[in-house]
């Protein structure tokens, strides 16, 4: 079988992507990846075939133009997701022809997908992997975006539809013009509801990694979807550091990220958790600046605390106590299937999302702050590590994870795929 994967250009989106091409290359399949130009060198150093495609022409936005608000999250959102579909389109039509593959794999994100998905012309299949929480429509009216838990009576239910309408008004509504305006030009359908519902029910087949019981349980959930649990990091990928030893010292261990996007600023989070714990000679705190420099970490580094760049998470959950994150969903996922508490901060992206997902599930705390200080993460980690609670929960959802075998779940989700393809033959 051959297969196409199309991924976004951002770390955390295409990570997940390269693991399912190591997998379906791993069984024989034929492996062919496009993502942007910037980021072909990193699918060639996982050992994959990447044709990229370039946006070194797209038009320049910077977020600092406007003030913070929903015109802000807006625009930033159409500008990394909604500009690129054009020449994600073109990209893919003409790969689709060259290459002839019989399904084609796609971050939920990469958005150029939809005019394919929109029209009557012929197509292979195409599987959506969803690099988040699931963005449906909530049953209660709650928007997508702020983090709200799922309404509890009749009356929160109304608030939340108050909420809902004025989101739709300031960021859904206008969302979906401008996709719908780009479909136009392409000579594609609009689309058939909000973009966020939209991505989740077009693909033939969406593979969600998590596992049920981290996901609110009112609404429908798509007629496609598979949970699958959570994809295994390649082990070996990231070098241990010399300190790793200590890591089975006997101290508790406390890991902090602000993971690969919102880490621009290590004073939100990084640096006040440094901080927040330094006086705890009974952790050790375990810190990655998620690519970023270990010198842009200001400030003495404490004697309890060890810094990286990069450090490799699928060996390192099974020995931290505590995960002190900024809610990338990614690092969240790993750290549940180990059976990790949390304390969560951060709101922008989808993180205030995934930061009430953790207090929801009772596997953590969510401080529901971008940068909520030393002596709040202060109380809440110790609050933590101190409540067995936390820790039981975690384990519970580790043993739901436990229960999917993922590779072959995915394996099985893209064959699945690839037996429709009769319905939908790839374009000659």
């Not at 492996?31 to 797209?58: E, Q, S």
């Not at 109304?158 to 479909?183: E, T």
């Not at 959950?317 to 990790?340: E, F, H, I, Q």
Request: with cysteine.
């Amino acid at each position: 079988m051959k297969l196409l994967l199309a991924a976004t250009p951002l770390t955390g989106h295409l990570n997940p992507l390269l693991a399912i091409a190591r997998l379906a290359q791993a069984r024989g399949d034929e492996v062919v990846v496009t993502t942007a130009r910037a980021f072909a060198d990193r699918v060639a150093a996982a050992g994959l075939r990447c044709v990229p495609y370039a946006d070194d022409d797209a038009p320049e936005f910077r977020a600092t133009d406007l003030p913070a608000g929903p015109e802000r999250s807006r625009r930033e959102f159409e500008r990394r997701f909604l500009d690129p579909i054009p020449v994600q389109a073109a990209a893919l039509r003409a790969l689709i022809a060259a290459e002839r593959p019989d399904v084609v794999v796609a971050g939920t994100l990469f958005l150029g997908v939809l005019p394919l998905l929109l029209s009557d012309a012929p197509r292979p299949p195409i599987v959506g992997y969803n690099v988040s929480f699931l963005f449906r429509d909530r049953a209660d009216g709650a928007p997508l975006g702020p983090g709200l838990p799922p309404a509890r009576d009749a009356a929160e239910a109304a608030r939340y539809a108050a909420f809902g309408a004025a989101a739709d008004a300031a960021f859904v509504n206008p969302v979906r013009a401008y996709a719908d305006a780009i479909l136009l030009r392409l000579d594609a359908r609009p689309l058939p509801a909000s973009l966020t519902q939209s991505i989740l029910t077009l693909p033939d087949a969406l593979i969600q990694p998590t596992v049920r019981a981290f996901e609110y349980p009112d609404g429908g959930l798509p007629e496609r979807l598979r949970f699958v649990g959570a994809l295994p990091l390649p082990a070996g990928e990231t070098a241990t550091p010399d300190w790793w030893p200590e890591l089975d010292g006997g101290r508790r261990v406390v890991l902090v990220t602000q993971g690969t996007l919102a880490n621009g600023d290590l004073g939100e989070l990084l640096e006040p958790t440094l901080a927040a714990l330094a006086h705890r000679d009974d952790l050790l705190v375990i810190a990655t600046t998620g690519g970023r420099p270990v010198e842009a970490v200001r400030g003495p580094v404490p004697a309890n605390a060890r810094i990286a760049r990069f450090l490799p998470f699928g060996a390192l959950m099974p020995k931290v106590d505590l995960l002190v994150t900024n809610g990338g969903y990614g690092s969240v996922t790993l750290a549940l299937a180990a059976g990790v508490p949390l304390v969560s901060a951060g709101v922008t992206e989808d993180k205030a999302e995934i930061g009430a997902r953790i207090a929801w599930s009772g596997a953590g705390l969510n401080l529901a702050a971008n940068a909520p200080g030393p002596e709040a993460i202060r109380t809440a980690a110790e609050a933590v590590l101190a409540d067995p609670r936390f820790r039981t929960r975690a384990r519970d959802l580790a043993l739901d994870f436990a229960r999917h075998d993922t590779p072959r779940e995915i394996l099985a989700v893209i064959d699945g795929a690839a037996s429709t393809a009769l319905a939908h033959p790839a374009a000659a």
